[in-house]
C-alpha cells in the first residue's frame, strides 16, 4: 500500500541540528497525514510531530518552537528539521502514515543521539 523510507539522523552535540527525512511510495494518495515519533530507551514510543495532507501541523510539548516538520508533497517527502537539540532528544525515531486503511507498519527508525 503505502511504503516509507527514514533517513537522516546521527550523533550531534547538544544545541546542534539535524534533519529527518521520510519518503513515501506506493498509493501516497491514500495518506492523510504523516508523523514522526520516538521512542528512547525504557520508555514508550511517542509523537514528536505530524502533518495532514492539508498542511496542519501538529508539535508535542517537548519540542514546540525547536523542531519543524514540512512536507514535500512533489516528492512525497516529509522532513524533520530539529534544532537546539538536547540530551533528552537522544532516541530512536520512526516516521509513520495515516491512510484511509490505517495506520502503516512500524519501520526500522533512525537512531538520534544528542550528546551534552
Known amino acids: 500500500q503505502v511504503q516509507l523510507v527514514e533517513s537522516g539522523g546521527g550523533l550531534v552535540q547538544a544545541g546542534g541540528s539535524l534533519r529527518l527525512s521520510c519518503a513515501a511510495s506506493?498509493?501516497?494518495?491514500?495518506?492523510?497525514?504523516m508523523g514522526w515519533y520516538r521512542q528512547a530507551p525504557g520508555k514508550q514510543r511517542e509523537l514528536v510531530a505530524d502533518i495532514t495532507s492539508g498542511g496542519t501541523t501538529n508539535y508535542a510539548d517537548s519540542v514546540k518552537g525547536r523542531f519543524t516538520i514540512s512536507a514535500d508533497n512533489a516528492k512525497n517527502t516529509v522532513h524533520l528539521q530539529m534544532n537546539s537539540l538536547k540530551a533528552e532528544d537522544t532516541a530512536v525515531y520512526y516516521c509513520n502514515a495515516r491512510t484511509i486503511w490505517g495506520a502503516t507498519p512500524w519501520g526500522r527508525g533512525t537512531q538520534v543521539t544528542v550528546s551534552s
Open positions: 506506493g498509493r501516497t494518495s491514500s495518506i492523510n497525514a
